[in-house]
Nanobody
Framework: VQLQASGGGLVQAGGSLRLSCTASANIFRADTMAWFRQAPGKQREWVAHITSDGITTYTHSVRRRFTISRDNAKNTVYLQMNNLKPEDTAVYYC??????????WGKGTQVTVSS
């Protein structure tokens, strides 16, 4: 089982980051993959998802700023984040859409946006 997210870091407001997440084949398969985030003191929330054939959906707060994509041959899902805001600060995770607290989540990648 593998979910390895990377690409996070510290960036100023208005900056950009590109997150990557490589999943083991048994997780990625042909499923809808999603990005989630968990800010300090808050519950994990869904950010965006992409179906196996590339249809995307975003939570309202990131629409027109974030772009999710996937490379099925590499079992990898990406999140391009532009015009970052301090409220985007969180640990970002990828997983299958519908994954719950009992699912394997990996370590995630920290994104910190300074004002």
């Amino acid at each position: 089982v593998q979910l390895q997210a990377s690409g996070g870091g510290l960036v100023q407001a208005g900056g950009s980051l590109r997150l990557s997440c490589t999943a083991s084949a048994n997780i990625f398969r042909a499923d809808t993959m999603a990005w989630f985030r968990q800010a300090p003191g808050k519950q994990r929330e869904w950010v965006a998802h992409i179906t196996s054939d590339g249809i995307t959906t975003y939570t309202h707060s990131v629409r027109r700023r974030f772009t999710i994509s996937r490379d099925n041959a590499k079992n990898t899902v990406y999140l391009q984040m532009n015009n970052l805001k301090p409220e985007d600060t969180a640990v970002y995770y990828c997983n299958r859409l519908g994954s719950g607290p009992s699912s394997y989540w990996g370590k995630g990648t920290q994104v910190t946006v300074s004002s």
